[in-house]
């Protein structure tokens, strides 16, 4: 067992045993270290002042990705590199992302700029070329800006990707992976402090399941992208921390032809290209999923997990039909992802038991599938409705259909009503589909909140549905932007 | 980016090319802010034995306190001490100038989340989680949330104003056509990235330093003074550079300043307030919004007659600034086009809710948003196309008097402008496209819609508009600059450097930016109303000409030349055939005993403003501007894009382009995000703010700004004599944002032609779907929550 955290810092490694297990990085860097280049704007993961680039070993190498270190606890580093605005300055020559946004105007008050100058920093190490607008729009999906309507700060972008990868942030690299690799051979549960007051990271199942065990009133955490807000907006005062990121279990992905299997801990960045392969609403889903940052550090465990009636993962599971796994210190048990659900953020989970993983079922032959968030904002925003929909088709009939919502009831639902009047029906047949539309009056009571009003919620899902079906039937007129392209067989 | 350079620009009094004015510089701290190296205040390393503020705040919305128990409070593990109004050895007064905001409330709370004491602790974490612990006992009543819970109570913070011209009634019921309509318009949250904040360190005898993020030092400086009960000698108040400020610092960022100058007063450790972005959100004041009620008189070619608008003016608990606020609506109901006849009314009304404020624009945004409401109206009505409308109405030569009596004497930029940018964003083709497009698409429509600006230069208090600069040369040629003016991202630091620097024919590396202070220069105008550079500029221009005019007469005596023919350029100094560096001429004037330092002071010429009368010359001058915005909807959900925009703004001749068109791309972006995206949700009966943060108030992101987006400046020199003939910037390209609302209006509009499209703004996919199945014949029941 390990008493201190350990995370990489400028090539050396770094251990902590001292702090409150509820500290956040930021405040870490900007009390502890003495660090203020890394900005609060929100501390609550929506405006990117924050980001920083955490890097994990991945086959060998350190791999980057912004964070928000407002809602990241500094256990969460535990193994990780953390890279922070002051450290990509090289001897006084500024990083081609500064650079850039230094030649393009970039930045007005400035407040905002050492979050963006990471989330582009990541963008030009680990990004694809060549890197395109949408490229750069989703790499600032996160970060806000208010003074520049961000058009030098996409120039700058575009500009600095433009031109071969500069190679000088490759040694830093190379010292983070001894750094990490060093940390990362202990193979230890992490327990830092004492039983009452902890930050806890078991290195196994049966390590965490014994814990938790001992511990049923802990607070697991994954991501802490929910959790982390009850620390810092809720002011929650919780003291026992379980950390699920020493786990390697819970983070294994599993493809048969039949099922995608995705571990409690696969963080939404790391599930998005298989969740695309299902289906292109899929991988536009998980595109609009929060943020880089977001995605990043959050886990589809605790999307599941968190229990909320506007979380966008749970609907479009539940239509696509997934199982989950749970897991502690009785055993192992399975049920429908839907039964998990019980009643407004209460789920069927014992104390001390944790979920596993997910199991989705795959598209089929003559299977189609749309799913739909629908919010205020286009990105970075939480659904006022999110709609998903499978039908299997019998030729042009509606043999069998799924559908679920998130944002209309207390919980991610299932609309049986609604989904029995679709059997039988005729894709061609417009005017048959009414029944169906009609019923989801029924099966869906939505309430009012300052996204959206009841009555919005209600026409949309009608709409949504009446979309899914149109688009189905072959209408691609219906979405201000195009269904992305997949390989997905209808 | 599309920056027209002038070829032959040259300086105003010698005929010498510009060296540093009209250069497209970069921001002053953009090295600095990219490294992370820009100290905003909670930066900066504070003094060992700084205790953390934290605002306790009330549960209710309006109502009797009955008790305030913080034992707790003071008990919880970090507490140093707790400041209620009891502690306020002066006045508990934090307000701009009515005296109606108090720093702590005592008998009655006015909104929820009002200030009702403060907790002093060693650490953020600790003040915050003590301040929680307060137990509060108010007698509730319902507060006033809405307009019309104001008008029924009618409750206002300010008396009504109204002023017109002409007979209106006539003209309305003598016009061919007739219509009247009501327009709600939602308030805004500035959401500056840096939240207030202020650092206060005590000093000896009472004296207390004070680091703000203020766009007011001199009035926080006078707050303290007025709260410490001290003079204000003993009061300095320092600001380096805000995370944004667009107004929301202009008068409420005193409060916050104030307390941690009143625990520093009490405890003698120096005291620093940092909100968290919620409690942010909950104390401080937003935009107005507004209930615009009008009626309209008009010709078949869609030419107005007589106008009557009362706009009803939610301004929160108490007047703050509501009172420029809503004069300056007032003042930009008008737009760009002219009322033969017109009636405008104003409701100043008193909400239970937190204290609407300055935001960009001023007010203005929302009289122009009602007429461009207007305009549509007319369009849809007479079935001709929106921009004729406009045209029909725009003002001209004969046509050209405002509603207060001042004459627009630029109708020529306006006209030129709007034609322009007609021609260049091929909006004839466009619209004919557009509708060939909504003719095959049942779902998807598009929208399209150019709107001109004109918007009025200068503060209507007349006494703001004065401004001072400090510049010192020291030995070695470096030199000091400082004036009244602060910086929030506007880069006003860099455009004056780059004046003073062109003054003195410097590099401008020698010219040392530092921080707006109260003891440097005194009794200043807030940074506001767009006024900035004007003002300062000229400030500066004058401190620097004046040692520039005595190093000249000392560079003559040395060289035996007359001191007209002494030239500074490149860094040296010209007499005759002889030059010498600028430095060595700095050193020469020290040994001689010429002062190099001086204090520079500029009023803006010939404006007058009677507001009894309503009459006068409020503005020196208009900046102009116009947009076309284009967009796709989808009329199933109310979702949309906007797919392109085309901009083309006057700011006269630009000192720096580039930070200009930063101005421009900015203010539009916001003004969209005010008008899309960006909804102020109270909760109907408790009066809270449910839209409370980031995570709930959405600003735009990069994806809502259109790739397609082309942004030009039009070349016209300022026809009065303002710093390098530039025009003011800050304020204007708001409301280039108009044209999004006004086109998202029009695609709508494309269900069902000639039917009125009752949208409201914030254009939420909501709002939107709304607006859709209204011309369905389907609309929703009125919402219930808000
Ligand atoms: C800026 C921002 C944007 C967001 N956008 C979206 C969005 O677009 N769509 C959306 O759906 N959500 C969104 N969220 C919410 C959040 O990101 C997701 O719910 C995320 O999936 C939570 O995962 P996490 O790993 O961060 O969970 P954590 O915060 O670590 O945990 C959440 C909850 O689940 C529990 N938990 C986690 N893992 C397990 C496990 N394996 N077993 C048992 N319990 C567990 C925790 O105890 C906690 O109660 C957003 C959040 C933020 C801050
Ligand atoms: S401070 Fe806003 S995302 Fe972290
Ligand atoms: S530069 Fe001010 S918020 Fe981005």
């Not at chain 1, 810092?9 to 045993?17: H, K, W, Y």
């Not at chain 2, 408790?686 to 809502?704: C, E, M, N, Q």
Request: proline share 5%; net charge negative.
């Amino acid at each position: 067992m390990r008493e201190a955290i350990r995370f990489g810092r400028n090539g050396t490694v770094r251990e902590v045993r001292d702090v409150h297990p509820r500290t956040t990085l930021l405040d870490w860097l900007r009390l502890g270290e003495r660090r203020t280049g890394t900005k609060e704007g929100c501390a609550e993961g929506d405006c990117g002042a924050c980001t920083v680039a955490l890097g994990r070993l991945v086959d060998g190498r350190v791999v980057y990705e912004p964070v928000n270190s407002c809602i990241l606890l500094l256990g969460q580093c535990d193994g990780a590199d953390v890279v922070a605005v002051e450290d990509i300055a090289a001897d006084g020559a500024l990083h081609p992302v500064q650079e850039a946004m230094v030649t393009h105007h970039g930045s007005q008050c400035g407040f905002c700029t050492p979050g963006i100058v990471m989330s582009l920093f990541t963008l030009y190490e680990e990004g694809e070329r060549p890197v395109g607008r949408d490229a750069v729009n989703d790499a600032l999906a996160g970060n806000l800006c208010r003074c520049t309507g961000y058009r030098p700060i996409v120039d700058a972008a575009l500009d600095a990707c433009a031109t071969a990868k500069d190679r000088r942030f490759e040694a830093h690299r190379e010292a983070a992976a001894c750094a990490l690799g060093e940390i990362a051979a202990d193979g230890a549960d992490l327990f830092m402090r004492d039983e009452g007051r902890f930050f806890a990271a078991p290195a196994s199942e049966e390590s965490l399941a014994a814990l938790l065990a001992r511990h049923p009133d802990a607070t697991i955490l994954a991501g802490a992208t929910d959790v982390g807000l009850w620390i810092t907006k809720s002011l929650m005062e919780i003291e026992k921390i379980v950390w699920l990121g020493r786990v390697a279990s819970l983070r294994e992905t599993r493809s048969t032809p039949e099922t995608l299997t995705l571990g409690a801990m696969v963080s939404h960045a790391d599930a998005h290209a298989a969740l695309a392969a299902i289906d292109p609403d899929l991988g536009e889903l998980m595109r609009r999923f929060g943020s880089i940052q977001v995605r990043a550090s959050g886990t589809v465990g605790g999307n599941i997990a968190n229990g909320s009636p506007i979380g966008d993962l749970p609907p479009a599971l539940i239509a696509l039909g997934a199982k989950l796994h749970l897991a502690g210190a009785k055993g192992t048990r399975t049920l429908p992802l839907e039964d998990f659900f019980l009643g407004y953020r209460q789920q069927d989970r014992e104390p001390g038991e944790y979920v596993r993983a997910v199991e989705i079922d795959k598209l089929r032959r003559h299977d189609a599938f749309r799913c739909f968030k629908v919010t205020k904002r286009l990105d970075e925003d939480i659904s006022a409705v999110m709609g998903a929909f499978r039908l299997h088709l019998e030729g042009r009939r509606i043999a069998r259909a799924r559908i679920a919502f998130g944002g209309m009831a207390a919980t991610p639902k299932r609309a049986p009503l609604a989904e029995a009047a679709l059997v039988g029906l005729d894709l061609d047949d417009e005017l048959a589909w009414a029944p169906a539309l009609d019923a989801l009056a029924q099966d869906y009571r939505p309430m009012s909140d300052h996204r959206a009003s009841a009555e919005y919620r209600a026409v949309v899902a009608r709409n949504l549905l009446f979309k899914a079906l149109a688009e189905i039937a072959g209408d691609a007129g219906l979405r201000i932007a195009p269904r992305p392209a997949g390989l997905a067989a209808e | 980016m599309n920056i027209r350079h002038d070829p032959d620009d040259a300086s105003p009094d010698g005929g010498e090319p510009l060296r540093h004015v009209r250069k497209p510089l970069p921001h002053d701290s953009a090295r600095r802010h990219v490294q992370g190296a820009a100290d905003y205040i909670d930066d900066v390393r504070e003094p060992q034995g700084t205790l953390q503020v934290a605002i306790g705040m009330s549960p209710k919305a309006r109502g009797t306190i009955r008790g305030l128990d913080l034992a707790a409070v003071r008990a919880h593990p970090g507490v140093v001490r707790v400041l209620t109004a009891a502690d306020i050895p002066g006045a508990n007064d934090v307000s701009p100038a009515m005296g109606d905001d108090p720093m702590f409330a005592t008998d009655r709370v006015s909104f929820h989340g009002q200030a009702l004491f403060a907790v002093l602790a060693e650490t953020r974490d600790a003040a915050r989680r003590a301040a929680a612990k307060a137990v509060v006992e108010i007698a509730e009543e319902r507060p006033s949330v809405t307009v019309e819970d104001a008008l029924a109570r009618e409750e206002a913070v300010l008396p009504d104003y109204g002023f017109g011209r002409g007979e209106v009634e006539p003209a309305l019921v003598g016009a061919p056509h007739r219509l009247e309509g009501s327009l709600r318009i939602g308030g805004q949250e500035h959401f500056y990235l840096e939240g207030q904040a202020a650092l206060a360190t005590p000093g000896e005898e009472g004296d207390v330093h004070v680091l703000s993020s203020t766009q007011h030092p001199t009035e926080v400086q006078h707050v303290i003074a007025r709260v410490l009960g001290l003079p204000d000698a003993f009061v300095t108040c320092e600001v380096r550079r805000m995370g944004g400020g667009f107004g929301g610092k202009e008068s409420q960022a005193t409060q916050w300043a104030a307390i941690a100058a009143l625990g520093a007063h009490l405890t003698k450790r120096p005291c620093k307030v940092r909100l968290d972005r919620d409690d942010d959100f909950a104390l401080t004041g937003k935009r107005h919004d507004f209930r615009c009620d009008w009626r309209v008189g008009f010709d078949g070619e869609g030419a107005i007659a007589g106008f009557a608008v009362t706009h009803n003016a939610r301004c929160g608990y108490s007047a703050d600034l509501s009172q420029g606020v809503v004069d300056r609506t007032m003042f930009h109901t008008d737009n760009s086009y002219y009322f033969p006849a017109v009636r405008i009314d104003t409701r100043r009304l008193l909400t239970n809710t937190v204290s609407n404020t300055a935001f960009r624009g001023f007010g203005g945004p929302q009289g122009m948003l009602m007429i461009e409401h207007v305009m549509d109206r007319i369009a849809w009505a007479t079935g001709r196309d929106p921009l004729d409308v406009r045209y029909a109405n725009l003002y001209r030569p004969g046509r050209d008097v405002t509603p207060y009596g001042q004459t627009v004497e630029e109708t020529d930029t306006l006209r030129a402008i709007v034609e322009t940018l007609e021609r260049t964003s091929g909006y004839r083709t466009r619209r004919a496209a557009i509708a060939a497009f909504n003719g095959r698409s049942k779902t998807l429509k598009k929208g399209i819609s150019l709107t001109p600006v004109k918007f009025g230069i200068s503060f209507t208090l007349m006494h703001l508009n004065q401004a001072g600069a400090l510049v010192h040369v020291y030995q070695d040629g470096s030199v000091h600059l400082n004036h009244g003016g602060t910086e929030m991202g506007q880069g006003l630091y860099q455009k004056i450097a780059q004046v003073v620097a062109e003054e003195f024919g410097i590099a401008i590396e020698r010219v040392r930016i530092t921080a707006t202070s109260t003891g440097k220069v005194p009794n200043t105008a807030p940074t506001a109303a767009s006024s900035g550079t004007d003002l300062n500029g000229m400030a500066a221009r004058i401190a620097a000409g004046k040692i520039k005019a005595r190093m000249a007469a000392r560079a003559a005596a040395r060289f035996g030349v007359a001191a007209e023919e002494v030239t500074f350029r490149d860094d040296r100094v010209f007499a005759g055939n002889e030059s010498l560096p600028f430095g060595e001429l700095a050193k020469d004037c020290v040994l001689h005993r010429v002062h190099l330092s001086e204090a520079g002071f500029y009023k803006t010429p010939t404006i007058s403003w009677d507001r009894a009368a309503a009459k006068g010359r409020p503005f020196l001058y208009f900046a102009f501007g116009a947009a076309c915005s284009e967009v796709l909807v989808d009329t199933l959900t109310g979702e949309y894009k906007v797919t392109r925009v085309d901009i083309l703004h006057d700011v006269g001749r630009s000192i720096n382009p580039a930070i200009d068109i930063g101005q421009i791309e900015g203010g539009f972006v916001q003004g969209m995000g005010w008008l899309t995206t960006e909804e102020l949700v109270y909760d109907a009966e408790t009066g809270r703010l449910r839209t409370h943060a980031p995570s709930t108030y959405k600003i735009p992101v990069a994806s809502d700004v259109p790739e397609d987006f082309r942004v030009a400046l039009f070349p016209n020199a300022n026809r009065e004599e303002t710093i390098y003939r530039s025009k003011a910037v800050g304020e204007p390209p708001i409301m280039l944002a108009n044209s999004v609302f006004c086109a998202l209006a029009d695609a709508v509009h494309a269900l069902d032609p000639g039917k009125p499209v009752p949208l409201d703004a914030p254009a939420t996919p909501e709002a939107v779907l709304r607006a859709c199945q209204a011309l369905r014949g389907r609309p929703l029941p009125e919402r219930a929550i808000g």
